[in-house]
Protein backbone atom coordinates (compact mmCIF):
# COMPACT_ATOMS: atom_id res chain seq x y z
CA UNK A 1 0.00 0.00 0.00
CA UNK A 2 1.67 3.58 -0.85
CA UNK A 3 1.36 6.33 1.34
CA UNK A 4 -0.65 9.33 1.50
CA UNK A 5 0.54 12.13 -0.40
CA UNK A 6 -0.19 15.54 0.67
CA UNK A 7 -2.45 16.22 -1.68
CA UNK A 8 -4.53 13.35 -0.91
CA UNK A 9 -4.84 14.28 2.45
CA UNK A 10 -5.86 17.75 1.98
CA UNK A 11 -8.72 16.03 -0.44
CA UNK A 12 -10.06 13.57 2.82
CA UNK A 13 -9.72 15.98 5.12
CA UNK A 14 -11.83 18.86 2.66
CA UNK A 15 -14.53 16.48 2.12
CA UNK A 16 -14.87 15.40 5.58
CA UNK A 17 -14.80 18.54 7.13
CA UNK A 18 -16.87 20.51 4.09
CA UNK A 19 -13.95 23.01 4.14
CA UNK A 20 -12.15 24.31 0.68
CA UNK A 21 -8.76 21.94 0.24
CA UNK A 22 -7.14 25.64 0.23
CA UNK A 23 -8.49 26.62 3.76
CA UNK A 24 -7.28 22.58 4.95
CA UNK A 25 -3.90 23.30 3.52
CA UNK A 26 -3.52 26.62 5.50
CA UNK A 27 -4.45 24.98 8.25
CA UNK A 28 -2.47 22.26 8.44
CA UNK A 29 0.48 25.25 7.70
CA UNK A 30 -0.35 26.95 10.49
CA UNK A 31 -0.56 24.36 13.28
CA UNK A 32 2.99 23.11 11.59
CA UNK A 33 4.38 26.97 12.42
CA UNK A 34 2.61 26.81 15.91
CA UNK A 35 4.16 23.53 16.69
CA UNK A 36 7.96 24.59 15.26
CA UNK A 37 7.66 28.06 17.39
CA UNK A 38 5.99 26.29 20.66
CA UNK A 39 9.24 23.80 20.09
CA UNK A 40 11.69 26.31 19.98
CA UNK A 41 9.69 28.54 22.54
CA UNK A 42 8.83 26.80 25.33
CA UNK A 43 10.11 23.38 24.54
CA UNK A 44 7.65 20.77 23.92
CA UNK A 45 4.17 20.95 21.43
CA UNK A 46 1.19 18.99 22.24
CA UNK A 47 -1.21 17.92 20.02
CA UNK A 48 -3.97 15.90 21.98
CA UNK A 49 -5.04 12.17 21.08
CA UNK A 50 -1.92 12.55 18.55
CA UNK A 51 1.26 13.38 20.26
CA UNK A 52 4.12 15.44 21.65
CA UNK A 53 7.07 17.53 19.71
CA UNK A 54 9.40 17.89 22.67
CA UNK A 55 12.92 19.31 22.42
CA UNK A 56 15.69 16.91 23.50
CA UNK A 57 19.37 17.85 24.24
CA UNK A 58 21.77 14.70 23.33
CA UNK A 59 24.73 14.08 24.86
CA UNK A 60 28.27 14.09 23.33
CA UNK A 61 29.41 10.64 22.89
CA UNK A 62 32.39 8.70 20.89
CA UNK A 63 31.11 6.84 17.70
CA UNK A 64 32.70 4.45 15.16
CA UNK A 65 33.33 5.55 11.38
CA UNK A 66 31.38 2.06 9.84
CA UNK A 67 33.74 2.19 6.59
CA UNK A 68 37.34 2.20 8.78
CA UNK A 69 36.29 1.40 11.85
CA UNK A 70 37.99 4.42 13.50
CA UNK A 71 36.76 5.70 16.82
CA UNK A 72 35.45 9.49 15.78
CA UNK A 73 33.98 12.14 18.56
CA UNK A 74 29.97 13.28 17.90
CA UNK A 75 28.96 16.42 19.65
CA UNK A 76 26.66 17.35 21.82
CA UNK A 77 23.08 18.42 19.98
CA UNK A 78 19.83 19.40 20.82
CA UNK A 79 17.38 17.46 18.78
CA UNK A 80 13.32 17.44 18.59
CA UNK A 81 11.58 13.79 19.14
CA UNK A 82 8.05 12.86 18.84
CA UNK A 83 6.21 11.03 21.00
CA UNK A 84 3.11 9.52 20.03
CA UNK A 85 0.10 9.78 22.86
CA UNK A 86 -1.56 6.73 24.52
CA UNK A 87 -4.52 7.11 22.67
CA UNK A 88 -2.87 6.98 19.01
CA UNK A 89 -1.17 4.23 20.09
CA UNK A 90 -4.02 2.01 21.11
CA UNK A 91 -5.99 3.55 18.31
CA UNK A 92 -3.31 2.02 16.33
CA UNK A 93 -2.43 -1.41 17.56
Given amino acids: MAKMTKSQLL ?7 ELSKK ?3 R ?3 ELANMAYK ?3 K ?3 FTVPGFGKMVKANRKARVGRNPATGA ?3 I ?4 VVKFRLAKAAKDAVL
Fill in 11 to 17: TLLSEST
Fill in 23 to 25: DVG
Fill in 27 to 29: LLD
Fill in 38 to 40: EVK
Fill in 42 to 44: VGE
Fill in 71 to 73: EIK
Fill in 75 to 78: PAKT
